[in-house]
């Protein structure tokens, strides 16, 4: 974990891939509780620590999670990500590229929970939410095409199953159709940028996640 910021009311740190956000039937330490126990330590804070979840990366995924440190932040920020206030860029490493270079992804997209996988429609199906988002071709290698995606909803594995309708799956993200997984377990999905106006000094917070420490992101350095 590397915090990126850092002020009384909000904090952002990097998450790696195989993290968990928050507690799960694992029963593995959520990134939540090592953010609390940093908290408590570099400001030798006595009693519990409040630290409030308001968004959640995959496990697989890399990259900028948003935490409240206070009731008050954690409060405006959920209205805020419930109201895409808050702008989250990802970057993608797929081994297909999209027929065009850059365009809008309008789905229908249902979750099923059992699977814990969600599936993409063209059209609207029972129980469906709409997801859409904005992408780009950033870069492109022999293999391998780099995307930067601007999500406008934020559905289960919405990125991975929209880019996977399309016929660009992440590399590897076997349950959306990768022919073989990243030696680490990860898949090639970054969160990349995350920007929204402070909750509580109203001043404009931007913070960037490095990219992984892997020799094909080292390669799309842009």
């Not at 880019?163 to 992440?170: E, N, Q, R, V, Y």
Request: glycine fraction near 6%; include cysteine.
């Amino acid at each position: 974990m590397t915090v990126v910021y850092e002020d009384n009311h909000v904090i952002i740190v990097n998450k790696r891939s195989g993290e968990i956000v928050q507690g799960d039937k694992t029963g593995d330490t959520p990134l939540s509780e090592t953010v609390k126990d940093y908290i408590k330590q570099k400001y030798s804070k006595p009693g519990n620590v409040f630290l409030g979840v308001v968004h959640r990366l995959d496990r697989p995924v890399n990259g900028l999670v948003v935490f409240a440190r206070t009731s008050k932040a954690l409060e405006r920020l959920n209205r805020m990500f419930r109201t895409h206030e808050v702008k989250k860029t990802y970057w993608a490493i797929t081994a297909s590229c999209p027929k065009e270079p850059q365009g809008t992804l309008r789905h229908w997209i249902v979750r099923n929970e059992k699977q814990n996988k969600s599936y993409c429609y063209d059209h609207e199906v029972p129980g469906s939410k709409l997801a859409v988002l904005d992408y780009r071709l950033v870069a492109s290698s022999e293999r391998y095409f780099l995307l930067e995606i601007d999500l406008h909803t934020g559905r289960h594995h919405q990125i991975r199953c929209q880019l996977a309708k399309i016929g660009c799956c992440i590399k590897g993200d076997l349950k959306y159709g990768a022919p073989r997984s990243n030696p680490d377990g990860s898949i090639s999905l970054l969160s990349r940028r995350v920007e929204f106006v402070h909750p509580v000094s109203k001043m404009l917070v931007s913070a960037e996640a490095p990219l992984p420490d892997d020799n094909l992101w080292r390669a799309f350095r842009v």
